[in-house]
């Protein structure tokens, strides 16, 4: 897969969200997670972007019906759950016409298998270290993975791994995630380093 057409998941947005929007990117991720200092808040209104960027809710084992609830009210295309919620409760949103994104977080001794029940239930996976941590996981280590269920590579990503990026393949990498590599501060994102990613992603 060319790096250009990778989609780009920028995550953690909380302030400049407009200006971010504007480099287009194919899915912007909000975080309704109390615990995190990226927590957008409970006030907290999108605002109006193009309707090409996907707005995703990340959620950290909540309670189906305040999820429900925040999907519905912020008119959500997506939602991402980073705990350790069950293909049980997958299901139970995906019958609610919820599209899902299950994040799983990688390391050596993790077996793919345990994510054969969330398959019927989730488009999208994403493959993670430690959610927010920045630091990166053995990319080698998805070449175990054999599903058919496309995913976002995370954890870690920053300005000078476009190199590593496309270097590595996989079959089922759709895109990438990235949040933490490209801050300031949590929430708010260094413009001028991701506009540099973005254009050396797309320019080859």
Same mark, same amino acid.
């Given at each position: 897969m060319k790096l250009k057409s990778l989609k780009i998941k920028i995550c953690g947005m909380k302030y400049d969200i407009k200006k971010i929007s504007y480099f287009l990117p194919d899915f912007m /991720?909000? !975080?309704?997670?109390?615990k995190s200092p990226r927590y957008v808040g409970k006030n907290f209104i999108i605002p109006d972007i193009s309707n090409k960027i996907l707005k995703i809710g990340v959620f950290v084992n909540d309670n189906k019906d305040n999820i429900l609830k925040i999907s519905k009210e912020k008119k959500l295309d997506f939602i991402q759950l980073h705990g350790k919620e069950s293909a049980f409760f997958c299901e139970q949103l995906c019958k609610r016409k919820v599209k899902i994104i299950k994040s799983f977080k990688i390391d050596k001794y993790f077996l793919?298998?345990?994510i054969y029940d969330y398959i019927p239930f989730c488009?999208?996976? !994403?493959?993670? =270290? =430690? /959610? /927010?941590?920045?630091?990166?996981?053995?990319?080698?280590k998805l070449n175990e993975y054999y599903f058919e269920t496309p995913f976002f590579l995370s954890g870690g990503i920053g300005i000078n791994d476009v190199e590593k990026i496309q270097k590595f393949f996989h079959p089922k990498m759709i895109g990438i995630d990235i949040n933490s590599k490209f801050e300031i501060f949590p929430g708010k994102k260094n413009k001028k380093i991701l506009k540099i990613f973005l254009k050396k992603i797309k320019n080859l």
């Open positions: /991720g909000f !975080i309704f997670y109390k793919f298998k345990k488009p999208y996976f !994403i493959f993670d =270290n =430690n /959610g /927010g941590s920045g630091q990166k996981f053995t990319w080698e």
